[in-house]
T-cell receptor, first 116, second 114 residues
Framework: NAGVTQTPKFQVLKTGQSMTLQCAQD?????MSWYRQDPGMGLRLIHY???????DQGEVPNGYNVSRSTTEDFPLRLLSAAPSQTSVYFC???????????????FGQGTRLTVV | AQSVTQPDIHITVSEGASLELRCNYS??????LFWYVQSPGQGLQLLLK??????LVQGIKGFEAEFKRSQSSFNLRKPSVHWSDAAEYFC????????????FGTGTRLQVTL
């Protein structure tokens, strides 16, 4: 099992450019999410999804879009990159076990994004 | 909404010494609780989790944590630290019964001196 796979690992963007961070999981997890990690701020939730076709906002959604067309994939789109979006981005997935969410999150290795 | 506080930003311990990392949460009932570890340049790895039952939980790499409802705490402990334990540690809380997000603390960076 590959688990949660994120691509790319590193990316440099110019202000105003757009890009998509890819996330794929092969564990058939219903729940997928995107976090950003900034020094001294821990991980903050950007968007999450509880299944194909269902997405919702986290605590820092501005400037980011998501969609969930399949169970496996949950891409994160930056439509017009800004320096404030320089961060490390993590994708995570969780299993729904017997209708309960008492499961841990599995994380990808992260994407380090720099916006200049 | 739930929240998590990790009051110690940075802790330094000597190899072989004991370790306790603090975590306090805010939630109206018993939450789901997790400890994750992150080595430099890596993703997060689960150390242990608490959902219900025995309040002392054992994890990987010799770590344990104790859920104390009266103190709203879930502190992480290790009796004898190894140099390879140097990393950043995150406490996280989730709300049972919902398709809930995990809320993370700001992390504690552990430095181990030889």
């Amino acid at each position: 099992n590959a688990g949660v796979t994120q691509t790319p690992k590193f990316q440099v963007l110019k202000t105003g450019q757009s890009m998509t961070l890819q996330c794929a999981q092969d564990m058939n997890h219903e729940y997928m999410s995107w976090y950003r990690q900034d020094p001294g701020m821990g991980l903050r939730l950007i968007h999450y999804s509880v299944g194909a076709g269902i997405t919702d906002q986290g605590e820092v959604p501005n400037g980011y879009n998501v969609s969930r067309s399949t169970t496996e994939d949950f891409p994160l789109r930056l439509l017009s990159a800004a320096p404030s979006q320089t961060s490390v981005y993590f994708c995570a997935s969780r299993l729904r076990a017997a209708g309960q969410w008492n499961t841990e999150a599995f994380f990808g290795q992260g994407t380090r994004l720099t916006v200049v | 909404a739930q929240s998590v506080t990790q009051p110690d930003i940075h802790i330094t311990v000597s190899e072989g010494a004991s370790l306790e990392l603090r975590c306090n949460y805010s939630y109206g009932a018993t939450p789901y609780l997790f400890w994750y570890v992150q080595s430099p340049g890596q993703g997060l790895q689960l150390l242990l989790k608490y959902f219900s039952g025995d309040t002392l939980v054992q994890g990987i790499k010799g770590f344990e944590a104790e859920f104390k409802r009266s103190q709203s705490s879930f502190n992480l402990r290790k009796p004898s630290v190894h140099w390879s334990d140097a990393a950043e540690y995150f406490c996280a809380v989730g709300a049972p019964g919902t398709a809930s997000k995990l809320t993370f603390g700001t992390g504690t960076r552990l430095q181990v001196t030889l």
